[in-house]
């Protein structure tokens, strides 16, 4: 069984911040990790991916990921924070035998102030 | 990257009535679709997956004869609310993935359809 832990529903940046969310998984399997975003009302968007190779993933809008098996974490960061960063994120994992059926953490909203 | 269409993105319908929700792959062919279901300030839920030409396989404690899934074709998946009630009401999302089995990486979202039942 999978599962996915995102510490922090809510976290509060200001605008030109580091933007660290987090993100914790369980797996019994060498996992696929996801980090989505969604804006109000709308679809989720892929930011980045880690399949297998290097562990640290770079994505859209400058946000990477880096994969550490040790501690089991797929933390999302973004050196500098934008307003339009704004939005609910989500982490996922999915099983590499199972096909593309995704295990979501909670999400946290993020909020960027100015 | 793949594009998938989910229509309509809002409907409101009585109680009682059944409400159809597309899911179309637009430039690739889907041998699986996953619907999600999402409550406000939650997370995604996986409902079910539908394979192509054979019958969706649907999480535990999915009801699957009020949520009944159509993958008819390779572009094309339905998903049908049947005597939807109040607590019906949320958000679906669909996804779709090119591929078929081990390996696959991505499945591609709907833009997803907020569903509310009065």
């Known amino acids: 069984a999978q599962s996915v832990t995102q510490l922090g529903s809510h976290v509060s940046v200001s605008e030109g911040a580091l933007v660290l969310l987090r993100c914790n998984y369980s797996?019994?399997?060498?996992?696929?990790l996801f980090w989505y975003v969604q804006y109000p009302n709308q679809g989720l968007q892929l930011l980045l991916k880690?399949?297998?190779?290097?562990?640290l993933v770079k994505g859209i809008n400058g946000f990477e990921a880096e994969f550490k098996k040790s501690e089991t974490s797929f933390h999302l960061t973004k050196p500098s924070a934008h307003m339009s960063d704004a939005a609910e994120y989500f982490c996922?994992?999915?099983?590499?035998?199972?096909?593309?059926?995704?295990?979501f953490g909670k999400g946290t909203t993020l909020s960027v102030s100015s | 990257g793949a594009v998938v269409s989910q229509h309509p993105s809002r409907v409101i319908c009585k109680s009682g009535t059944s409400v159809k929700i597309e899911c179309r792959s637009l430039?690739?062919?889907?041998?699986?679709m996953f619907w999600y279901r999402q409550f406000p300030k939650k997370s995604l839920m996986l409902m079910a997956t539908?394979?192509?030409?054979?019958?969706?396989?649907?999480e535990q404690g999915v009801e699957k004869d009020k949520f009944l899934i159509n993958h008819a074709s390779l572009t094309l998946s339905t998903l049908t609310v049947t005597s939807a009630h109040p607590e019906d009401s949320s958000f679906y999302i669909c996804?779709?993935?090119?591929?078929?089995?081990?390996?696959?990486?991505?499945?591609?979202f709907g833009q997803g359809t907020r569903l509310t039942v009065v």
């Open positions: 996804s779709a993935s090119p591929a078929r089995g081990r390996g696959d990486t991505e499945a591609f």
């Open positions: 797996s019994s399997v060498p996992p696929y």
């Open positions: 880690y399949t297998t190779g290097a562990t």
């Open positions: 996922a994992v999915s099983d590499p035998q199972a096909g593309t059926a995704l295990i």
């Open positions: 430039d690739f062919q889907a041998t699986t």
């Open positions: 539908s394979n192509e030409g054979s019958k969706a396989t649907y």
